[in-house]
């Protein structure tokens, strides 16, 4: 054999924690980025969404301002594109293939797999929320700075939601379910969710049955209006993130 | 503690109401190689995932390396190299680079290439997991388990799906790793696998140690089944067999067989028969059990 004796010699010990987590959130993003579809779902729909609503009549909107109807919502969107959908439909696949229960018993631990999901699920989303935005100004949307942070605390929250959401239900169902499920919430949302068009009327608890309308709802107070976010779309994402994270916690699943 | 890589006292693990490992006690000493050997179905993956933490025992107990696999998970896991039975990787990750993931999580991992160059595998280097063969996926596996310099490896049926010639290199591999003072469990449902490379074997069948020593203890312990004797025909064997808890048999005139566990002492004894009886001995062969044997003989009945 070409290999000299003492090559195996146990040499063992664990890379500092960092830089562990910052290979895997690297590994994470690598393999989004070479996923067409996970590309597509999470850019492609909400851009053609932004493009077709915001600049053409093909849907009716409230109020006058089509561009800050609209792009507040595709921003809602692609946050549950990307940390309800996409995270789902990884995830589930994920652990039929072993990978998470592999991951979990190396020095990466299973706290810091979760730990790097969810930084790869917040690099993502801040990434294609900074691209959307972006193509909003461009087309000629102006949006309101002076309530950034409270956008930012309602999308973090959101994007808590949807992980634990997410989590759960690829707990909860197969891979090949799981994706179905993720996929059709995903529609459903896209078109209730008031989103292209304003979202149907269900009074009080409409924005706590639809954590993406009630999203929408307070990027378009915040970023459109420059108004404070509604008490109701701060309670109903709290909420949901409370329920969907206690849900996954209880019933999550490493193989 | 320092001479014991694994210590497994009266483990049980149950799914449900199904008992897959029923009080199994073993002993893996540092720096050796031990097989469990057994059918799909014996219980040895189970044992293995109580040994690397996935679960924890029903009852008894396990010492990995002086830890608690499940308590000291995270202290544990640098330490050990973890072969799964298949999986475990992701499908769109090339070969190369899952590798390198894993070699980064450890403080001193091998070199990537010598260790692609040792499995075969650099020409998959930039081929994605999904588009190998299940031997060279297995042969990834491996190499994960191996990067990170490890003290302890668990190989779950490292050689299944793999050629000859990929056979031969895992086991020449795992060879080295023992000539490097790692130690080794694994399990495996081939024998020749076992008698090759373990320094002790524990037999499984249906959740229990039906047997464990050194592959020649095994074989040792099942003693010679089978005495030829050529001598002068027609001689009254049936007295010898009176006084043998063996059979004997004329097969040919003049060439008598001895079946049975026969001991020194019986071995003696019947030709010390053939001396008193007047017979001109001419020839005397002996057949020993292969392990083989001793696996069937203490399998049997269990499903093939």
Known sequence: ?????????????????????????????????????AVVLAM?????????????????VPGDDRLGFVVPGVLALTVMSTAFTGQAITTGYERSYGVLKRLGASPLTRPGLLFSKTAAIGCLVALQVLALAL????????????????????????????????LLLASLLRPETTTAAATLI???????????????????????????????????????????VPVSSWLSLTLWAAVALTGAARKFRWE | MRETAVEVQDVVVKYGDVVAVDGVSLTVPRGAILALLGNNGAGKTSLLQVCEGFRGPDAGTVRVLGLDPVADHDDLMPRLG?????????????????????????ANPLDTDMLLDRLGLRKFAKTT????????????????????????????????????GARQTT???????????????????????????????????????????????????AGIDLLLVRADPALPVAGLAARLDAKVTEDKPGEYAIAGSLDTESIAMVLGWFATAGAQVTAVNTRRRTLEDVYLALTAGAAR
């Open chain 2, 82 to 106: 973890i072969m799964l039975q298949s999986g475990g990787v992701y499908p769109w990750a090339t070969a190369g680079d899952i590798l390198r993931l894993f070699a980064s999580f450890a």
């Open chain 1, 44 to 60: 492609g729909v909400p851009l053609l969404v932004l493009l077709g609503a915001g600049l053409t009549e093909a849907t009716n």
């Open chain 2, 171 to 221: 086991w020449e591999l795992v060879e080295s790793l023992r000539a490097d003072g790692v130690s080794v469990l694994l399990t495996t449902h081939l024998l020749d696998e076992a008698e090759s490379l373990a320094d002790h074997v524990v037999i499984m069948d249906n959740g229990v140690v039906a047997a464990t020593g050194t592959p020649a203890e095994l074989t040792a312990a």
């Open chain 2, 129 to 164: 997991f999904r588009r190998l063969s299940g031997g060279e996926q297995q042969r990834l596996s491996l190499a994960i388990a191996l990067v990170g310099r490890p003290e302890l490896v668990f190989l779950d049926e490292p050689t299944a799906g793999m050629d000859v």
């Open chain 1, 1 to 37: 054999m070409t290999t000299e004796s003492g090559t195996f010699t146990p040499a063992p010990g664990r890379a500092p924690m960092r830089a562990i987590l910052r290979q895997q959130v690297r590994m994470e993003l690598l393999l989004t980025a070479r996923r067409g579809e």
């Open chain 1, 186 to 228: 995903y529609v459903l949302m896209l078109a209730a969710g008031g989103i292209m068009f304003a979202a149907p009327d269900l009074g009080p608890a409409g924005s706590f049955l639809l954590p993406l309308a009630a999203h929408a709802d307070a990027l378009r107070h915040a970023l459109t209006e420059g108004s404070s």
């Open chain 1, 135 to 166: 193509v909003g100004v461009v087309v000629g949307w102006r949006p309101e700075l002076s309530q950034i942070l409270p956008a930012v605390g309602v999308t973090a929250l959101a994007t808590a939601a949807y992980c634990g959401l997410a």
